[in-house]
T-cell receptor, first 109, second 113 residues
């Protein structure tokens, strides 16, 4: 069965510092991974997906099949990046999403 | 474009009572999802519809949960009877097709006393 692990429930960094949110997965098939974000009082929304290989709001994530990881990175954190971040894995014929338990990122001034 | 709508936003009931949640997806979206998010956890898929047919309901506790999407548009999720462990946020999401980006509603926060 597929599984997504986010080892850090809480992460605090100072503004301008680099940030990395960790995500590890287990899945026997070809993985398709996503990062979703939920800002305070807003809906859960897609941040980025690995197949797009794009940078969104300065965030990037690289799929490492050898380490089964999909860590989210940003070189210079901003206060507006404070939010809950969820890593998710798509599996099955209909690409159902399995979410990790989330990491609450706080960027301090 | 209007987003996914859900109602009610909050609901408090006693255990063994029944409750129903409603979801109106984005117009034209064929795929609709219901998720359960317990405090401190990520969303867990309960059921996925493609138009008015069920694609996946493997994690739906069918002894007490039911869902329908009769005309392939709106959907309702029902719990009957509710248990304390059903306290959670129930999220509805929709996508144009199954493998495309999911758009989430604001959720319904359920508290079972």
């Amino acid at each position: 069965a597929q599984r997504v692990t986010q080892p850090e429930k809480l992460l605090s960094v100072f503004k301008g510092a680099p940030v990395e949110l960790k995500c590890n997965y287990s899945y026997s098939g070809s993985p398709e991974l996503f990062w979703y974000v939920q800002y305070s009082r807003q809906r859960l929304q897609l941040l980025l997906r690995h197949i797009s290989r794009e940078s969104i709001k300065g965030f990037t994530a690289d799929l490492n099949k050898g380490e089964t990881s999909f860590h989210l990175k940003k070189p210079f954190a901003q206060e507006e990046d404070s939010a809950m971040y969820y890593c998710a894995l798509a599996s099955g014929s209909a690409r159902q999403l399995t979410f990790g338990s989330g990491t609450q990122l706080t960027v301090l001034p | 474009e209007a987003g996914v709508a859900q109602s009610p936003r909050y609901k408090i009931i006693e255990k063994r009572q029944s409750v129903a949640f409603w979801c109106n997806p984005i117009s034209g979206h064929a795929t609709l999802y219901w998720y359960q998010q317990i405090l401190g956890q990520g969303p867990k898929l309960l059921i996925q519809f493609q138009n008015n047919g069920v694609v996946d309901d493997s994690q739906l506790p069918k002894d007490r949960f039911s869902a329908e999407r009769l005309k392939g548009v709106d959907s309702t999720l029902k719990i009957q009877p509710a248990k304390l462990e059903d306290s959670a946020v129930y999220l509805c999401a929709s996508s144009p097709r199954a493998q495309e980006t999911q758009y989430f509603g604001p959720g319904t926060r359920l508290l079972v006393l």
